[in-house]
């Protein structure tokens, strides 16, 4: 079982950064992969980053490689996500979740969800 709450959110102007906490409890954090998703209003929900259980696999959305980076520290049972040349259209809620890497790709949990932390970039 694991709980997962996210912080750092907040009103950035484009181009700053911010970083994204996701602090999960439970002694199996490190036997998941995590990963970052954002839904802007009127929108899915859409992958950001995710990252596995060592931390040397890492993969990107297209609209963000090269300005995030997803990090985690098993000791601290957390995982980040640093932001930086923020625009517009990252505006949006940023939810963590637990779950996997397959042959596909990262597989997200249904369970395992945080509330979500809001991201408003103003232009």
């Known amino acids: 079982q694991v709980q997962l709450v996210e912080s750092g959110g907040g009103l950035v102007q484009a181009g700053g950064s911010l970083r994204l906490s996701c602090a999960a409890s439970g002694r199996t954090f490190s036997m998941y992969a995590m990963a970052w998703f954002r839904q802007a209003p009127g929108k899915e929900r859409e992958f950001v980053a995710a990252?596995?259980?060592?931390?040397?696999?890492?993969t990107y959305a297209a609209s963000v490689k090269g300005r995030f980076t997803i990090s985690r520290d098993n000791a601290k049972n957390t995982v980040y996500l640093q932001m930086s040349s923020l625009k517009p259209e990252d505006t949006a809620v940023y939810y963590c979740n637990a779950g996997n890497y397959r042959s596909s790709g990262y597989v997200p949990s249904s369970d395992y969800w945080g509330q979500g932390t809001q991201v408003t970039v103003s232009s």
């Open positions: 990252i596995n259980w060592t931390g040397g696999l890492r």
